[in-house]
């Protein structure tokens, strides 16, 4: 019979977390009932640090030294994104004309990423690579998924196992609140795809007090449609501080995806005022972003304000980060760096990236590694103590030695940017790509533009490109690898069947 997609996705699960009956045989071994089997279990589960010792002399009662797994200890995971937020946008990241210190403050007391990347410079892709662990045209996502569907250019292949999906068997509650962006109806709202809770906007850009697109009302509890009142920044804030309040001692992994400071451009009519007063000379687009921006980082510092009053703060690991460049034409501010939002270039795939975890990572540190979205997966799991190797495709690595200041990550690791769809420069519909690997990148910027590189490590800003026959032997080996990655997703549709 053949396997379906949840049949693949079910087989999968159980490779990755042992069945629930399994972990009642540890007590056995604990009570001194050493046998072959309790041997082989206890070989399988994994100790968390701060239960070494007693680890130690439980597996000496049984007769063999092994080692164990505490659910209790295993952090809650808290990923905050922003939308289209540019990569000079908080105080941290060299803004002057923003007041972001809730962000400012984590990013002293944990790490701040100067080279984190994301797979694409738009919306929809670089949240497909987020989940899966993989460039997005793997998981049928190359470009901006829209409910017009002669206008989308994104569908989340059903069989893509997410980092939802693999917490969830670890003993995870698994939560989304906010902006989805993946798909509006099944098999491809959050629910389907390995989330135990949703309450957010399942498309795009939402006016921030209307909550509509389309004509249509896109916010959902689960499955529910919702008619909530206020702005949309306070709502996904107060949600989250309320699933945060209600929890229980089981861990958790929590995606807070905010809109802002997305267009349209719709701060508090407060937090707006604030900012014209402040900054002189300010023009009014300017001062409406940097406004969402300030009125989100307060929204984050409640948010952690509850973590901190239900004793979890300690031991939650934050991470924070755009979904994307700026936009410029919207406001935003992408520091030294070429291109925006839409673009290959560094401002539309290099952005802000945190870590928080008081437990683990020392405050103070800045790390200029060449780090990308497809990141988070493998570190997540690292974290449930899931086994994810069988998942075919993954191109991330788990970021937990970085953190514990343990290790570095391949110097000379291969980055794939991609944008299927609406450019300016070119036809509709056509797909460009950029390629990193170690310090050269090689950057078509539009379909109907050349390839050209740029040294890295001396042009961040991208502002001496490099054409391909001055360097024919990169050029060749960046060929061929580009290459092999288009001949490989090229059978992956990304629109959904009839």
């Not at 936009?327 to 291109?339: F, P, V």
């Not at 103070?364 to 060449?370: M, T, V, W």
């Not at 539009?446 to 054409?467: G, Q, R, T």
Request: aromatic letters at 10%.
């Amino acid at each position: 019979m053949k396997k379906t997609v949840s049949d693949k996705k079910a087989s999968f699960l159980r490779l990755v977390k042992p069945e629930k009956k399994e972990f009642t045989k540890v007590n056995d071994c604990f009570e001194g009932k050493h046998n072959k089997e309790n041997e082989v279990l206890l070989r399988r589960l994994s100790c968390n640090r701060l239960v070494l010792k007693f680890c130690i002399v439980a597996s000496l009662l049984c007769g063999a030294c092994h080692v164990c797994i505490s659910q209790e200890e295993r952090p809650n995971i808290l990923v905050i994104v922003a939308d289209d937020m540019g990569y000079g946008d908080l105080g941290c990241f060299g803004a002057d004309d923003i007041q972001s210190p809730t962000l400012d403050k984590l990013a002293k007391e944990g790490m701040r990423f100067t080279n984190f990347h994301t797979t694409s410079s738009v919306c929809s892709p670089s949240r497909a690579s987020m989940l899966s662990g993989k460039s997005p045209d793997k998981v049928g996502v190359p470009g901006v998924v829209r409910y017009n569907k002669s206008d989308s250019f994104g569908y989340f292949a059903p069989e893509a196992v997410t980092v939802a999906d693999v917490l969830k068997e670890a003993g995870y509650k698994t939560v989304l609140i906010g902006k989805w962006h993946l798909g509006e109806e099944s098999p491809n709202q959050p629910n389907d795809r390995g989330f135990d809770y949703y309450k957010g906007w399942l498309v795009g850009m939402t006016d921030y007090y209307k909550h509509e697109r389309y004509g249509k009302n896109w916010m959902r509890e689960n499955k529910t449609p919702i008619v909530p009142k206020g702005h949309v920044t306070d709502l996904f804030t107060d949600w989250t501080i309320d699933y945060i309040n209600k929890s229980n001692d089981e861990p958790f992994c929590l995606f807070l995806h905010y809109t802002a400071p997305h267009s349209p451009l719709q701060p508090p009519q407060d937090y707006y005022e604030k900012v014209k007063a402040r900054e002189k000379g300010i023009d009014d687009k300017r001062a409406k972003y940097v406004a969402l921006v300030e009125h989100m980082d307060d929204g984050i510092a409640n948010v952690i304000q509850s973590l901190k009053d239900k004793k979890k703060y300690e031991n939650t690991l934050i991470l924070f980060l755009s979904d994307n460049g700026g936009a410029l034409h919207h406001g935003a501010n992408n520091g030294e760096l070429a291109g925006m939002k839409g673009d290959l270039l560094e401002g539309g795939v290099r952005v802000p990236f945190i870590a928080s975890w008081p437990k683990v990572i020392k405050p103070g540190h800045i790390n200029d590694e060449l780090l990308s979205i497809t990141d988070l997966m493998p570190t997540m799991a690292e974290i449930a103590h899931s086994d994810i190797s069988h998942i075919k495709g993954l191109e991330g690595h788990s970021l937990i030695p970085v953190f514990k200041g343990e290790s570095k990550l391949p110097h000379d690791r291969s980055i794939v940017y991609v944008r299927r769809g609406n450019n300016k420069l070119c036809s509709i519909g056509n797909v460009f790509y950029a390629m990193q690997k170690g310090d050269w990148k090689l950057v078509q910027n539009a379909a109907c533009e050349p390839f050209v590189f740029y040294n890295m490590k001396e042009d961040k800003e991208e502002s001496k490109p490099i054409l391909p026959e001055e360097l024919p032997k990169k050029y060749k080996k960046f060929e061929k690898a580009l290459k092999k990655h288009i001949v490989q997703t090229s059978t992956i549709p990304w629109q959904k069947g009839e």
